[in-house]
């Protein structure tokens, strides 16, 4: 037969992220393109002692169905993480999700009608664009700097898009830039939002992955209308193959958000719930979240180093204090795409630039991830990256 | 601030849902309305050995991202739990879910435009019938009988809506009803789907628990057009609470319902999958599901038993040969809202029939579920459902 698909089916006519996952699973390339967790560092003997405390003393409930809105065991457990991160909460602000990307997509759900506008950092995280895109949103990019998302840009935006509904944000060490906001932007964020009645999506999976510099307060913390939904994961901190994360936000949000979660999956996996929540129990979270930044910091420099050595003098690059990415601009107008072929061909790839863009993307940019490749990788991968950016370079002038 | 929901939220003004889990979790009340497996059935002592056996084989892999078409591992047992149900397939057409909320969510989010028309039994599981009226379907309701949904009935629903795009179905052991499909029956849904060109979501979370009868092969084994999805699940064989069914299809179809999954979580929770995969290999899943068959025919004909001894003479039940629930209507025009109000005041509850209907319900009909009640439990609650029901219809002469 011929299968008729609804409009939410996208038409992937120019699908730059399968070109880009075909090109990096060739063994020959190395690959900067992910945004994978180390494995070497997932606490598999914790989470296996955990894991047989649940079976041993818990093993049916953890094994029945449970609620929309998560386990209270676990939202207790989460109360704790956001009261470390400076916001002062309680369980029933707190809603368990199979991940940021299910966040994210129920909340687009729940408050994008068609030709709604939304706004965005750009470049930001590709599947959000996806996800609103999906929804049929109108969205508008602002432009970011060291600093994060340009204040003066946020409000000409607004003022231009009186109509924007919501802002999404992921303000500190952001995907794809690994840049964070700082605070009198924080603050002056949530003025905006308050001002101009925005609902803010904050997506926070990488800030407790800090390296470098001081801890910031999530735009939470400065949130006193009850706009800002918090997004978080244990995908980073613990384990992304377990599908857990979470929201914190008003109680209304949360009713209802919970009305859509039983329509999209009934609840998150229970027996992760369980184990994750006897392992925050069992351990110090924070002494195994430093064994990542050790690490995260370790690649990070190393990368920095052969960008330092190996790259055109005139690249420019983000120089983050946490998280998984590094964000990479050349000088004059090279063609990202083009730029890519270039460096497939000489075994080595990223994720180019154009997938960040809600519109118009700018011209030779593409992330690099440091998190899941070891010093061996990153030494061969950064020099051919380094002479393949020269060769492009070179042939545009 | 003001929340603006998009039309996807619902707008619960009669939330019978809501009433009867209010009604439930009173504990004085004794509940026939869950739809729980039995949890002193739950292969705990299994689960934990192959838990184990995952963190200590491959415990980095369980723990890492996965991809959204789900773990070849799992997806290699499930072919051959397939091939054991009658369906020749191959691992390319089978993809993993969060279970089968998932799969009918992601599947109508796929088909279904606004103001499409999809075809359902009459009644039928209600929270397909959410799912269907979130993504703004017109809903037609199809008459069953004993032997399951009337053909002579479908084929003039699909006259009457020649624009009809797909059709839901649960043929064996239906919810709510515990009603089968015959196999003659079975043959000419798929001629009809064949005719009509008719997308086919056959649902089948119950058909493996069977106490009485023959097994009969489901519609995909009729299926020589690939139209039909099949649907099945973890959640009655082994654990609600892992969250994890799947998909059997046509390729072209899974490979698009990839890209939904993806935008709506990533991919399923990969240390169950590894865990379930595990489990299927160290167990027979025969075995253990023939302890679920033999305890839920000894409740189901407990149950039976009372409603023969304590109902009155004139309501009549379905007769189930697997499944966990059993349907009553009542004589004469009942009004089933009130009928429920009266048994919840005698201390018992069930799932009112109007939950079930996309449209005008049938008066004086309930779903009464007997997997997760034990003996006792079922005996004082169906003699107070006995004399409330007697109480209720005197009233009603």
Redesign the interface.
């Known amino acids: ?1 011929t ?8 038409h ?1 006519d120019n699908d730059v992220v399968g070109e880009i996952l075909e090109a990096a699973a060739n063994p020959a390339v190395i690959s900067f393109a992910g945004g ?2 180390a ?2 560092l ?1 606490p ?2 914790g ?2 002692k955990a ?2 405390t649940v ?2 003393n818990e ?8 609620n929309a809105v998560g386990e209270t065991v676990l939202r207790e457990e989460i109360v704790k993480l956001m009261t470390d991160r400076g916001v002062d909460t309680s369980v029933e602000h707190v809603g368990v999700t ?2 940021s ?2 966040s994210i ?1 129920l909340l687009a ?5 068609p030709g ?1 506008t939304v706004i965005v950092e750009e470049p930001t995280y590709l ?1 959000t664009l ?2 609103f895109r ?2 049929g949103a109108n969205i508008v990019g602002v432009e970011m700097d060291e600093n994060g998302m340009r204040m003066d840009k946020f409000e000409e935006a607004l003022k231009a898009h009186p109509e924007a ?1 919501l802002v999404y944000t992921i303000p500190t060490f952001q995907n794809p830039t690994g840049r964070t906001m700082s605070v009198d932007r924080r603050k002056k964020f949530v003025e905006l939002a308050n001002k101009y ?1 925005l ?1 803010v999506m904050e997506d926070d999976p990488y800030g407790a992955i800090r390296y470098e510099g001081e801890e910031l307060p999530p735009l939470k913390k400065f949130d006193t ?3 800002v939904v918090y997004m978080s994961t244990f ?1 980073k901190i613990l ?5 857990l994360g979470w929201i914190v936000c ?1 109680v ?2 949360l009713s ?1 958000f919970v ?2 979660k ?11 719930q369980h ?1 994750i929540a006897t392992f925050l129990k069992q351990n110090d979270v924070y002494e195994h979240i430093k064994k990542i930044s050790d690490l995260y910091r370790h690649r990070f420099e190393l990368m920095l180093d052969y960008i330092k050595k190996e790259f055109p003098a005139d690249a420019k690059h983000s120089h983050p204090e946490g998280g998984m990415f590094i964000w990479i601009e050349l000088p004059g107008e090279v063609d990202t795409m083009e730029l890519f072929k270039t460096c497939v061909e000489h075994n080595v790839a990223f994720v180019p630039g154009d997938a960040f863009y809600p519109n118009k993307p700018k011209m030779g940019t593409f992330r690099l991830n440091f998190s899941n490749v070891d010093d061996e990788t990153i030494e061969v991968g950064m020099k051919r990256l380094g002479t393949a950016l020269k060769e492009a370079l070179e042939a545009t002038k």
């Open positions: 037969m299968f008729e698909y609804s409009k939410r089916v996208p992937n994978l967790p494995p070497e997932f598999v003997e989470m296996k894991a047989d079976f041993d093993g049916q409930t953890a094994l029945q169905y449970s199979t991940g990307e299910q997509d759900k729940m408050f994008v009608n709604d599947c996806d996800v999906s929804y509904k009645d609902l209308q009850d706009r995908s384990a992304p193959g377990m599908r008003n209304d949000v209802n009305v859509m039983q329509s999209a999956d009934l609840h998150s996996d229970n027996l992760s184990i």
